[in-house]
């Protein structure tokens, strides 16, 4: 069945950096964009960025542009998201998600992993 | 950015009641609108895609509806286990937002 497992979330100092992981399974990786969505603690959900099939394109939410990237190894079946700078209010839960289209995304996000949490904290 | 409202925060409902929970969009997204549910220490699951298409192994109980700017999701006889928070995602434009989502309790 399709699974997608989040990693490397954790505690870290205000002005530092973090990679996730995303370990993608059941499905034909290379043939679906993937996303990262966040959830601060108590509130909603926040779309972070998405990558194509390919890794070629690549979108972001504007407040984050410049402080996080996403990529892929499709090899390797595995999502990234590179977080630098981190400020307090990056505190959340980071969600890797699935586009259910093949090569052609849907944009809306069909299978879910479980969250990996990461705090900003001094 | 397209602003997603969902009304109201939290309803209150009793088991086996009928409810429906509303989002509406500060502008048009066509049908380019999806429904998620979240329990509590869970991830988000989609319901509802198209405005309307229940997901793969989502019973008939939840039903979409709407276009343009707003849209309804209808939970017919809630169980226990659909006490959870309900959120619609619009995916016309970038960036994708998320209304801020329906908790629905008993």
């Known amino acids: 069945q399709v699974q997608v497992v989040e990693s490397g979330g954790g505690v870290v100092h205000p002005g530092g950096s973090l990679r996730l992981s995303c370990a993608a399974s059941?499905?034909?990786?290379?043939?679906?964009?993937m996303y990262w969505v966040r959830q601060a603690p108590g509130k909603g959900l926040e779309w972070v960025a998405v990558?194509?099939?390919?890794?070629?394109?690549?979108f972001y939410t504007d407040a984050l542009k410049g402080r996080f990237t996403i990529s892929r190894d499709n090899s390797r079946n595995a999502l990234y998201l590179q977080m630098n700078s981190l400020r307090p209010d990056d505190t959340a839960v980071y969600y890797c998600?699935?586009?259910?289209?093949?090569?052609?995304?849907?944009?809306?996000?069909?299978?879910w992993g479980q969250g990996t949490l990461v705090t900003v904290s001094s | 950015e397209i602003v997603m409202t969902q009304s109201p925060a939290t309803l209150s409902v009793s088991p086996g009641e009928r409810t429906t929970l509303s989002c509406r969009a500060s502008q048009s997204v066509n049908t380019n609108l999806a429904w998620y549910q979240q329990k509590p220490g869970q991830a988000p699951r989609l319901l509802i895609y198209g405005a309307s298409t229940r997901a793969p192994d989502i019973p008939a109980k939840f039903s979409g509806s709407g276009s343009e700017t707003d849209f309804t999701l209808t939970i017919s006889s809630l169980q226990s286990e659909d006490f959870a928070v309900y959120y619609c995602?619009?995916?016309?434009?970038?960036?994708?937002?998320f209304g801020g989502g329906t908790k629905v309790e008993i």
């Open positions: 995602q619009q995916y016309l434009k970038w960036p994708l937002t």
């Open positions: 059941g499905f034909t990786f290379s043939s679906h964009a």
């Open positions: 990558i194509s099939y390919d890794g070629r394109n690549k």
């Open positions: 998600a699935r586009d259910r289209g093949v090569v052609t995304p849907t944009y809306y996000l069909g299978d």
